[in-house]
């Protein structure tokens, strides 16, 4: 069955060609999924999945990956959360770097980290900063506060609550 627990206690391995490396509490539920340690880990997402650490993180996608940290959860197929706190990766190939709170749900969106920024649109980007977004197909927001750049392709390069976006008369 090619299935490995290593160490600690309470892991849990429910399928074949899965392996949990050790910690606390850790569950990989799908073939070819990994859980590398920490705490109160899963991974649901059916091949090569991976939960390296931290605690409390979850990949349900395909090939998704959380690297650690807490909270953190990559939700669709090839879905990456490197680290942070409660930071979402929803869209397919969507990135979030860390941060606190960051969701990148548009796909192939990246949130480099930051605090409660989102990148909504597919092909979008927030370099960080607070609660900025980036709402639509190939739009950017580089850094600052509060910023939307709302327009196809559109881009805002930082300040505080700047907006790209025709519908906002921006």
Same mark, same amino acid.
């Given at each position: 069955?090619?299935?490995?627990? +290593?160490?600690?206690?309470?892991?849990? $391995?429910?399928?074949?060609?899965?392996?949990?490396?050790?910690?606390?509490?850790? *569950?990989?539920?799908?073939?070819?999924?990994? =859980?590398?340690?920490? *705490?109160?880990? *899963?991974?649901?997402?059916?091949?090569?999945?991976?939960?390296?650490?931290?605690?409390?993180?979850?990949?349900?996608?395909?090939?998704?990956?959380?690297?650690?940290?807490?909270?953190?959860?990559?939700?669709?197929?090839?879905?990456?959360? =490197?680290?942070? *706190?409660?930071?979402?990766?929803?869209?397919?190939?969507?990135?979030?770097?860390?941060?606190?709170?960051?969701?990148? =749900?548009?796909?192939?969106?990246?949130?480099?980290?930051?605090? =409660?920024?989102?990148?909504?649109?597919?092909?979008? $980007?927030?370099?960080?900063?607070?609660?900025?977004? @980036?709402?639509?197909?190939?739009?950017?927001?580089?850094?600052?506060?509060?910023?939307?750049?709302?327009?196809?392709?559109?881009?805002?390069?930082?300040?505080? +609550?700047? @907006?790209?976006?025709?519908?906002?008369?921006?």
């Amino acid at each position: 069955s090619y299935t490995v627990v +290593g160490g600690r206690r309470i892991n849990r $391995a429910d399928e074949d060609c899965v392996g949990v490396g050790g910690g606390l509490w850790n *569950r990989v539920g799908e073939m070819w999924g990994t =859980a590398g340690g920490g *705490r109160f880990n *899963r991974v649901e997402g059916f091949f090569d999945s991976v939960v390296a650490g931290g605690f409390s993180n979850r990949v349900d996608g395909q090939a998704g990956v959380v690297g650690g940290g807490m909270f953190n959860t990559a939700h669709a197929d090839y879905g990456v959360v =490197a680290g942070g *706190r409660y930071n979402e990766a929803w869209g397919q190939e969507a990135v979030v770097g860390g941060g606190y709170s960051n969701a990148a =749900a548009g796909s192939a969106a990246v949130v480099a980290g930051g605090y =409660a920024n989102r990148a909504a649109g597919s092909e979008s $980007a927030v370099g960080g900063g607070l609660r900025n977004a @980036a709402a639509e197909q190939g739009t950017v927001v580089a850094g600052g506060r509060d910023n939307v750049a709302g327009d196809l392709y559109g881009a805002v390069l930082g300040g505080m +609550g700047n @907006a790209n976006d025709a519908l906002l008369g921006a």
